[in-house]
């Protein structure tokens, strides 16, 4: 029953044909790219979209595709590091205040909430600006904001698995809380952990986007694409489609991930609901 | 068999109160009081029945003894050891001497894990004997408690309802208990299927010599298995006595209405004997003196101000009333 319901599911299919493009792009970036990431033509600057060079060049005539490929290899690792680190952060979380409950709790989902207190972009740019550009500072920066989202969710997911039979069971046999947290309650939190973290790695690559864009990213010459869509502004009048490129990049890799996230949750959720339930089917 | 009569278990006066709290402050208001004052014993290779109405507090008393909602107050000596001095090694050391098969056979088990996974859980826990030991004491298990060893790699929605409830008390009985504390263990099966399981935990009990508390509301269930019934009312026990003079002769009034109000196979029969009040109080606000007199035919003056205590009547019968 599982597979096909999957495979009805269309934008489960169509965020994870756009996603799977773009990981193998990254992946095979050397072989998928026409041309190096900094070889300058100067005499083919601003070129239009044409056979020698799929997307266009730009302003030292570097090959747009070339770079976009090549970009994403940037984004993307950004993204993965900073969504497993902050999924397992937030998780931990989450569990150890749901299942413990009381000042455990409070004073974890405190500290959350004062997180979630800062403007996201304003936190992030502030830790690049003290620790300087990196992919490891900027993933960083990701995970400081994006691990509270993991803590909520899991946290009250485990406030309702902590009270099922089985968990009681297993505290009547003795179990040690965290034998009773990582083999009884994580397995049943995992669905909405995973679609948590195929939208946020959607979220991060924007905030590594936003950041790039407001120079606080990679430096150049990093092929990354929120820089590309910053300088492209400057010859918006010549070359739009520097930015126009560049943003639609962007655009189409988060909805792709978003998408995928959104079916995985069709997909996991009325399960989720009937899981421990009467009605397994 | 006939139970041995040294108690194995006796609890005195056990409560358990939960705050209700209100207001900004969250400030206690009231308590409920779920289980307010239950004093039994249990023997070994002894059945013993609570019963009672929703809310009564049987289940709870159950929970308690497992250690699953903290009493507060009242002692319980396990095989002559008080359990509230006990440490934490010594807490875990009586969790294996006794367990729990909870009602609902698919909430207790838990839907990511295989059968052999769940059933080996207590072993693992207490670090009982070697992987290949612990591998053949599952399929042991599962053929004691009547599945086929070869259903262990499956997950527990892949089984009835029934057999569901055959691989809780293969848990159960992993680490050999010498109390099983039994929730409703049949209320949530297929009629058809209730009977097979009761015979199993009372062949579980010849063989092994297992004690059970047994929780439940269904009085069918608890004139066969039980050899004692204690009868609860509002968190107390109002009578308890042997199974064969409970049914036969209901002495607490609370007793009398319980066994008419329950289905006669006869269509002729008809209730002979009602309450005069069919609401049942609030277990935050329990009526003064005896819990039972808003409801009682009997009641009199002394029932609304007098609290009656367990007495001792014919043999082996204890009851809480002023009239019987």
Redesign the interface.
């Known amino acids: 029953m599982r597979l096909p319901k999957a495979f009805q599911n269309t934008s489960l299919m169509v965020g994870a044909a756009i996603s799977l493009a773009i990981i193998l792009c990254a992946i095979f970036a050397p072989y998928v790219a026409t041309h190096g990431v900094e070889q300058m033509d100067m005499r083919n600057r601003f070129a239009l979209p044409n056979a020698g060079h799929l997307l266009g060049t730009d302003n030292f005539g570097r090959d747009l595709w070339s770079r976009m490929v090549f970009g994403a290899r940037i984004s993307l690792t950004i993204a993965i590091i900073s969504v497993v680190c902050s999924a397992v952060v937030g998780t931990v979380v989450g569990l150890v205040a749901g299942y413990f409950g009381g000042w455990v709790d409070q004073l974890l989902m405190r500290i959350t909430d004062i997180f979630l207190g800062f403007p996201a972009i304003v936190l992030a740019l502030a830790i690049v600006a003290v620790l300087g550009p990196g992919v490891l500072n900027v993933s960083f920066a990701i995970i400081v904001v994006a691990w509270t989202e993991y803590a909520r969710v899991v946290r009250s997911t485990t406030l309702v698995l902590r009270e099922?039979?089985?968990v009681?069971?297993?505290?009547?046999?003795?179990?040690?809380p965290i034998?009773i947290i990582f083999?009884?309650i994580l397995?049943?939190a995992l669905g909405p952990i995973i679609v948590l973290a195929s939208l946020g790695l959607g979220t991060a690559i924007i905030s590594e986007s936003a950041l790039s864009f407001l120079g606080f990213g990679l430096p150049p010459p990093t092929p990354t694409w929120g820089w590309t869509l910053s300088y492209g502004t400057k010859f918006m009048r010549d070359a739009p489609w520097l930015s126009i490129i560049s943003g639609a990049t962007i655009m189409v890799t988060v909805l792709g991930f978003n998408l995928l996230g959104d079916g995985l949750r069709d997909v996991l959720d009325p399960r989720q609901l009937s899981?421990?339930?009467?009605k397994?089917? | 068999m006939q139970p041995d009569q040294t108690p194995l278990l006796s609890v005195d006066n056990l409560q358990v109160h939960f705050p209700v709290r209100a207001g900004v402050l969250q400030r206690q208001v009231g308590a409920v009081k779920a289980v307010d004052g239950v004093s039994f014993t249990l023997a070994r290779g002894e059945t013993l029945s609570l019963v009672g109405e929703s809310g009564c507090g049987k289940s709870t008393t159950g929970?308690a003894l497992?250690?699953?909602v903290k009493p507060t107050g009242g002692q319980v000596n396990f095989d002559g050891q008080e359990i509230r001095s006990f440490n934490r090694a010594a807490?875990?050391s009586y969790?294996?001497r006794m367990?729990?098969v909870?009602q609902?056979p698919?909430?207790?088990?838990?839907?990511?894990?295989r059968v052999r996974d769940i059933i080996r859980?207590?072993l693992d826990?207490?670090n009982v004997g070697t992987k290949a030991e612990r591998t053949e004491r599952v399929a042991e298990l599962m053929q004691r408690v009547g599945l086929r060893p070869d259903q262990a790699d499956n997950f527990a929605?892949q089984f009835s309802g029934g057999q569901r409830q055959r691989i809780?008390i293969a848990?159960a009985l992993a680490?050999n208990p010498d109390i099983i504390v039994c929730d409703e263990p049949v209320s949530a099966l297929d009629v058809s299927v209730q009977a097979q399981i009761l015979n199993l935990l009372s062949d579980l009990q010849r063989d092994l010599g297992v004690s059970y508390l047994a929780v439940s509301h269904d009085l069918g269930v608890v004139e066969y298995i039980s050899h004692r019934v204690a009868v609860m009312y509002l968190g107390r026990i109002v009578e308890i006595a042997p199974k064969t003079k409970i049914f036969a002769n209901p002495a607490h009034p609370y007793t009398e209405l319980l066994m008419r109000s329950a289905p006669s196979h006869d269509p002729r029969k008809r209730h002979q004997f009602s309450a005069t009040n069919d609401d049942i109080p609030s277990a935050t606000r329990k009526p003064s003196g005896c819990a039972f007199h808003t409801r009682c035919p009997l009641a009199t003056d002394v029932c609304k101000t007098v609290d009656p205590q367990l007495s001792a009547r014919d043999e082996g019968r204890f009851v809480a009333c002023h009239h019987r």
């Open positions: 099922q039979n089985y009681q069971a297993a505290r009547a046999l003795g179990a040690s034998r083999k009884e397995p049943n899981r421990g339930g009467a397994t089917k | 929970l497992m250690g699953l807490l875990k969790r294996r367990q729990i909870f609902d698919f909430s207790s088990l838990n839907p990511r894990q859980a207590p826990i207490h929605h809780g848990r680490l």
